[in-house]
Structure formats: structure tokens, C-alpha cells
């Protein structure tokens, strides 16, 4: 069979992985040209962020620990001015996708290199992508300036994550590989990570809810998440994505969970436009159904499968949907709206696609 024809970039970005990894961090500092490194993290991860600030010694130019959902702006600016104030010339995120989007925000206007640290599956830390909620619309954007120059995986940091947050964080990460299966850019290389990004990631959750400090399924886990968040950095996303930024930017409902209750009803959506994708998708979870694996992985692991569950009342549905549709893009299958008002309605009753 003849490939399709297709283009891709490659993008200089260095990766340290495995377990106590954590300790080349002072080396990668000094690698990246830094001297003084803001310490980034959300007020429950402070403790961490303090553990970096103290083998940084005299490296650590101080703490921010107001990392929240979806980087409202004013929390971007004030981030900003404290890097400036204390004359950071880099930031370490530490923490989920939340802490790594307020080092992008930092980064967008300042351009202080980035060094990710992450605790979690998100996967962003592999992305040049953006988001910034000001005025309850979640705003994204695309920007080499803010793709982390070095990324430490160091799964022993996992260990102590809870059981359903690395689930439901298990499943937003697959969702960036499912879409990078069907997406309008994809290419082979591509293809092959996020298959096995998500058998990877398949393999882990299980074992994780079995045993959650097995460090092996830890390991599993952040490089499955590090593959899929590859291919969310280097090609587009669709449908799944721009329904969960607006049910997140617009209705503040929780960024991992949401990815987890949409993707198996974004996939249904798009199965028969995308039988190839979905293929690939099915056998890396050992199932005969996309849409039915990714939903049982999450229903069978604990996680939350009804949008109704998380916050999302029921009469806010048409204004997600009018949201939605608000401007085209690429999707394997055209965006109907009674099509996608009947999805969000089955993802918040939490119907089995």
C-alpha cells in the first residue's frame, strides 16, 4: 500500500526520562544558560515546588504557587510581574497541564525558557499550544516561544498521584493521540506514536487503580503520555477537543474529567468518517470498538462518564453546542448540529456510545 503524501517537522526539544530523574535538575538548569529559576505550581503542589526551590539553592529565584485551571489571565500577569520583579531568567513548571499552561502564559510575553516538570499525564509540556481564559472564553494559541526547552519525566514524582486523577489524566493524554489518528495534518511517524502512547497508557491504568505506587505502570504511564502528548504538539486536533475547551473555558468544569466523559462520544461521532483511525485506536486497547474501549477504560477504572457528574447542568447544553459551532474546523466528519447537540446530551447522561 503507497503512503499518502505528508510533512513533517521535527522540533529540538530535550527529554530526560526515568525514575529519580529529578536529580540532573540543577545540570539541566545550568544546560538551558539559567541562572535564576521561578519555581511554578498549583497551592496544593507547594511542597514540591519548595523541594525544586531548595536543590536550586541559590538558583531559585522564589515560588509562585497560584497555578489554577484553564490560566485565567489575571493569574498570567500576575505571574508575569513576579518573574520580572525577582529577575527570573527561566521557569520550572512542576505539576499537571495546569502549571505547565502559567509557564506558557509567562513565556508568550517574556520568552524565559521553559523547563517542565511533569506529575501528571497531561501531556503539555510536549506542545507549542497555549490556553488563556479571560472573560469566560477559553482563548488557545500556537507558539514555539512557549514549548518547554527541557522536560524531566521522573516517575517516582507520580507515585503519590491519586488513583482517579491519574486515570481521568490517563484518558486526556489518549484523547490527543486518538485525535492525532483522524487529524487533518497526520503523518505516519505520528501514527505510530499515538498507537503506542495509548496501548501504553491502556496497559498502566489498570495496573495503576491495581497497585497505585508500582512504579513500573508509573512508568508506563508517563511515557505513554509523553508519546501522545508529542502528537498533540505536532499535528491538529478536531471535534473532541474543541467541545471540551468550550465546556471548559466557558463552563468551568474540570479539564481531565471532561476529556474523559467526551472523547468516547467524539469518537462515535467520527467513527465511520475515520474507520482507520478508529482501527488503530480498538487494537491498541484490546477492544472491537473505539468509541466502547476508551469508555469502558474509564466506567471500569473508576473515572467519571456523565458530564452531569462533573458540573455541567443539563440547560447549558444548546449554549455549549451553539459555542461549538461557532467556527469551522477540520473533522473528519462535517459539524451537524443536531448531531453534535445529541453527543453532548448522551456525554451527560453518560450513555455507553
Not at 526551590?53 to 510581574?81: N, Q, W
Not at 524531566?152 to 493524554?173: H, Q
Request: hydrophobic share 45%; charged share 20%; proline share 6%.
Amino acid at each position: 500500500m503507497s503512503l499518502q503524501p505528508f510533512i513533517y517537522n521535527s522540533v529540538a526539544q530535550r527529554v530526560v526520562f526515568g525514575a529519580g530523574a529529578l536529580q540532573h535538575l540543577a545540570r539541566e538548569i545550568d544546560a538551558l544558560g539559567a541562572r535564576r529559576a521561578l519555581v511554578l505550581s498549583t497551592p496544593e503542589q507547594r511542597p514540591q515546588a519548595e523541594r525544586v526551590a531548595d536543590m536550586l539553592g541559590a538558583h531559585a529565584a522564589g515560588v509562585f504557587d497560584r497555578a489554577v485551571m484553564h490560566v485565567p489571565i489575571e493569574t498570567a500577569r500576575e505571574a508575569r510581574e513576579v518573574a520580572q520583579r525577582l529577575g527570573a531568567d527561566c521557569a520550572v513548571a512542576i505539576g499537571g497541564g495546569s502549571t505547565t499552561g502559567l509557564g506558557k502564559a509567562i513565556a508568550l510575553d517574556s520568552g524565559l525558557p521553559i523547563l517542565a516538570i511533569p506529575t501528571t499525564y497531561a501531556g503539555s509540556e510536549m506542545t507549542p499550544i497555549y490556553g488563556i481564559t479571560e472573560a469566560g472564553m477559553k482563548k488557545t494559541g500556537k507558539d514555539f516561544k512557549v514549548l518547554p526547552r527541557t522536560v524531566i519525566y521522573d516517575p517516582e514524582l507520580s507515585l503519590t498521584l491519586p488513583v482517579g486523577m491519574s486515570v481521568t489524566s490517563g484518558i486526556n493524554a489518549i484523547a490527543h493521540a486518538a485525535e492525532g489518528l483522524y487529524a487533518v495534518d497526520s503523518n505516519p511517524i505520528m501514527d505510530l506514536m499515538a498507537q503506542e502512547g495509548i496501548a501504553a497508557l491502556g496497559r498502566a491504568l489498570p495496573a495503576i487503580r491495581a497497585m497505585p505506587k508500582d512504579l513500573g505502570a508509573r512508568s508506563d504511564a508517563l511515557y505513554g503520555a509523553w508519546l501522545c502528548g508529542t502528537v498533540l504538539g505536532n499535528v491538529g486536533m478536531a471535534l473532541h477537543h474543541k467541545l471540551c475547551h468550550t465546556l471548559g473555558g466557558s463552563f468551568n468544569l474540570p479539564h481531565a474529567e471532561t476529556h474523559t466523559i467526551v472523547l468516547p462520544h467524539a469518537l462515535a461521532y467520527n467513527a465511520e468518517a475515520a474507520p482507520g483511525a478508529m482501527a488503530r485506536i480498538a487494537k491498541a486497547l484490546g477492544g472491537s470498538s473505539a468509541a466502547q474501549a476508551v469508555y469502558d477504560l474509564a466506567r471500569d477504572n473508576g473515572a467519571p462518564v456523565a458530564l452531569r457528574d462533573i458540573g455541567m447542568k443539563e440547560s447549558d447544553l444548546d449554549l455549549a453546542c451553539a459555542h461549538a459551532l461557532k467556527n469551522q474546523y477540520p473533522n473528519p466528519r462535517p459539524l451537524e448540529r443536531d448531531a453534535i447537540r445529541a453527543l453532548l446530551q448522551n456525554a451527560w447522561e453518560g450513555a455507553r456510545p
